[in-house]
T-cell receptor
Framework: DSGVTQTPKHLITATGQRVTLRCSPR?????VYWYQQSLDQGLQFLIQ???????AKGNILERFSAQQFPDLHSELNLSSLELGDSALYFC?????????????FGPGTRLTVL | AQTVTQSQPEMSVQEAETVTLSCTYD???????LFWYKQPPSRQMILVIR??????QNATENRFSVNFQKAAKSFSLKISDSQLGDTAMYFC?????????????FGKGTKLSVIP
């Protein structure tokens, strides 16, 4: 158990819909990273938040957005869903603070768009 | 942009034998980290081993060791005394430090099967 929780574990929805994925980092970790794992694109970095602020952005579509709340949990919002958005979405938490700390991955949310 | 290449989509090894997974990367940065992650059928991402680019000594974690060749931009993983529990996807990953972000760039992965 990494100490990072993600809900829901599975999500099945239809094209055009909007969903929210939730991530709770390990206690004390200030940084949350979101990654997408799909058959086409492999594992790719989407976005990072640190203590409530966006810190880095990767290959995140404009239809996707994220935020980190004062209690440090993070949500990834996916809208106007397409079939190609079906993937495993991971969040990872890290202590932050500028020096390297290991990223601990959550169990992932499996999104299926029908 | 950084790229990570794993040229072996699938590999197999007999239990108790040794196997080496290959990884090459491309970057113009001088300070970075390299990682091997394991993803078993449960899909959980597990850090296996980490190497800091400024360290010449190859990292070792129990049965797992790396061969880091900085000039060649090569970072291979050696698994000794392979066990059935080592069956998993293995991802090579890279991170640079940029304004406090250690975002990971992953290779496509190598599927390792340990045969009893």
């Amino acid at each position: 158990d990494s100490g990072v929780t993600q809900t829901p574990k599975h999500l099945i929805t239809a094209t055009g819909q909007r969903v929210t994925l939730r991530c709770s980092p390990r206690s004390g970790d200030l940084s949350v990273y979101w990654y997408q794992q799909s058959l086409d694109q492999g594992l790719q970095f989407l976005i990072q938040y640190y203590n409530g602020e966006e810190r880095a952005k990767g290959n995140i579509l404009e239809r996707f957005s994220a935020q980190q709340f004062p209690d440090l949990h993070s949500e990834l919002n996916l809208s106007s869903l397409e079939l190609g958005d079906s993937a495993l979405y991971f969040c990872a938490s890290e202590g932050g603070g500028g020096i390297y700390n290991e990223q601990f991955f959550g169990p992932g949310t499996r999104l299926t768009v029908l | 942009a950084q790229t990570v290449t794993q040229s072996q989509p699938e590999m197999s090894v007999q239990e108790a034998e040794t196997v080496t997974l290959s990884c090459t990367y491309d970057t113009s940065e001088s300070n970075y980290y390299l990682f091997w992650y394991k993803q078993p059928p449960s899909r959980q991402m597990i850090l296996v081993i980490r190497q800091e680019a400024y360290k010449q000594q190859n990292a070792t974690e129990n049965r797992f060791s790396v061969n880091f060749q900085k000039a060649a931009k090569s970072f291979s993983l050696k698994i000794s005394d392979s066990q059935l529990g080592d069956t998993a996807m293995y991802f090579c990953a890279f991170a640079i430090s940029g304004a406090g972000s250690y975002q990971l760039t992953f290779g496509k992965g190598t599927k390792l099967s340990v045969i009893p």
